[in-house]
């Protein structure tokens, strides 16, 4: 818009104001699946379903499963705890090497190595002492990277969207905590042992690191 001075040969010039009418906004969940972070969405909700699925089924039926390969009761409790107890050492680690190293490869490293671990207690058959500690590396490993996930997602989705990318993250993983209460059921009444199971849930494990690996790989050139 310009205006002239009748009386000078001044011209000034004022900036016409924005439309805001025609101003699209989108809403947090079309942001976290527009056409950019879609697919780190579907990769992150993906890994998370795959977590608590595989977490759940270890805290859930892992008492169960040692006892009936031949400890007692205490002995399935103290290795179940010590799974448990894994978590937070897990947790503390893991966010110190993220601040170190790459976050994608520090979380796929930490299911890697509990997947490895998985195989070793399948193998390892009554020895007690080894068991408590193996599963607590494993504890350490898949419930540490459960925290780790969420400071991924949070670092991964842009402020307007974080909530809910975040919440939907824990809402897809919600349904996989559920679906194991049923797959461990499924695998007992099946007659699957202790080693069967944990060598099955080596698959869950090795399928997230490599969902976190196409997610590295897919953003890492647009960061």
């Known amino acids: ?15 016409t104001p924005p439309n805001t009418s025609t101003d699209v906004k989108e809403s947090p969940i079309q942001i976290a699946l527009n056409s950019h972070y879609r697919l780190g969405s579907i990769l ?27 400890m007692t009761t205490s ?18 680690m893991l966010g110190w090497f993220m601040d170190k190293f790459e976050p994608h490869r520090v979380i796929t490293s930490a299911y890697v190595l509990g997947a490895i671990m998985l195989v070793v207690m399948s193998n390892i058959g009554g020895e007690y002492l080894l068991m408590c500690i193996v599963a607590f590396v494993i504890g350490a490993g898949f419930n540490g990277g459960g925290t780790a ?27 996989g905590a559920i679906i194991s209460a049923f797959a ?28 976190l690996t196409v997610k590295f790989l897919r953003y890492r050139t647009l960061s």
């Not at 818009?1 to 900036?15: A, E, L, S």
């Open 75 to 92: 002995q399935a409790a103290i290795i179940s705890a010590m799974f448990q107890l894994g978590g937070p050492l897990g947790s503390v």
């Open 184 to 211: 461990g059921a499924w695998m007992l009444n099946a007659g699957w042992n202790f080693s069967t199971v944990a060598l099955a849930l080596t698959v869950p494990a090795v399928f997230i690191g490599i969902l």
């Open 44 to 70: 992150l909700w993906s890994s998370y379903f795959l977590h608590l699925f595989l977490v759940y089924l270890l805290g859930s039926w892992m008492p169960t499963m040692i006892k009936e390969s031949g």
């Open 149 to 175: 996930m969420n400071a991924l997602s949070s670092n991964f989705f842009p402020l307007p969207a974080r909530a809910t990318g975040n919440s939907w993250m824990h809402g897809i993983g919600r349904t």
């Open 1 to 15: 818009m310009r205006t002239r001075c009748n009386h000078c040969r001044t011209t000034f010039t004022v900036p």
